[in-house]
């Protein structure tokens, strides 16, 4: 397989981490699954969710290149990106379409799928362009961008993005 075949393929391995992540916390409910785990189904612990997951994408695909003995740069930086990239891309499209049809789970489905589509474009870019943050750096952003992620699930702000208007409740139910 060739680099640009694993990025073709890597939207649906994507969508099915997602898939998984999200019952994660609901098959092991306890403090340190809550870290990695959506813990409700509010907007924040779905962009937790998306940026784990790409998280997780980007240790296996570290590993597949490795293998492969592909030709990449900035793989320090692309979780971040790619983690950023994703959320923002899902909120772009998500926020507007719950507000006008509400909440609709194939479409949310279908966002999911091309903020993914977006995602990969975007690494693939990434990932064959010259180096353009160190390694170090890069890996230093993607876990300060993780703790946001830990310490909201924990101590959410009251407000629509904590939400989660099916159970209503914020944070880890109780």
């Given at each position: 397989?060739?680099?640009?075949?694993?990025?073709?393929?890597?939207?649906?391995?994507?969508?099915?981490?997602?898939?998984?992540?999200?019952?994660?916390?609901?098959?092991?409910?306890?403090?340190?699954?809550?870290?990695?785990?959506?813990?409700?189904?509010?907007?924040?612990?779905?962009?937790?969710?998306?940026?784990?997951?790409?998280?997780?994408?980007?240790?296996?695909?570290?590993?597949?290149?490795?293998?492969?003995?592909?030709?990449?740069?900035?793989?320090?930086?692309?979780?971040?990106?790619?983690?950023?990239?994703?959320?923002?891309?899902?909120?772009?499209?998500?926020?507007?379409?719950?507000?006008?049809?509400?909440?609709?789970?194939?479409?949310?489905?279908?966002?999911?799928?091309?903020?993914?589509?977006?995602?990969?474009?975007?690494?693939?870019?990434?990932?064959?362009?010259r180096?353009?943050?160190s390694?170090?750096?890069?890996?230093?952003?993607?876990?300060?961008?993780?703790?946001?992620?830990?310490?909201?699930?924990?101590?959410?702000?009251?407000?629509?993005?904590?939400?989660?208007?099916?159970?209503?409740?914020?944070?880890?139910?109780k």
């Open positions: 397989m060739n680099f640009k075949k694993w990025k073709i393929i890597s939207p649906f391995i994507l969508f099915g981490l997602c898939s998984l992540l999200h019952f994660g916390y609901t098959i092991m409910p306890n403090p340190i699954s809550a870290i990695f785990f959506p813990v409700n189904e509010s907007i924040f612990e779905h962009m937790k969710m998306i940026y784990t997951s790409v998280l997780v994408f980007c240790l296996i695909e570290y590993f597949i290149i490795k293998k492969e003995n592909w030709l990449i740069n900035n793989l320090g930086i692309n979780p971040f990106l790619s983690g950023l990239i994703n959320i923002f891309s899902f909120l772009i499209m998500y926020l507007p379409a719950k507000l006008i049809i509400g909440e609709n789970m194939i479409i949310t489905f279908i966002i999911l799928f091309i903020s993914n589509i977006i995602t990969a474009v975007a690494s693939y870019y990434l990932l064959l362009n180096q353009i943050v390694n170090k750096i890069g890996l230093i952003l993607t876990f300060m961008l993780y703790i946001p992620f830990i310490y909201f699930t924990y101590n959410p702000i009251h407000n629509s993005l904590f939400y989660d208007t099916k159970d209503k409740l914020y944070g880890i139910p």
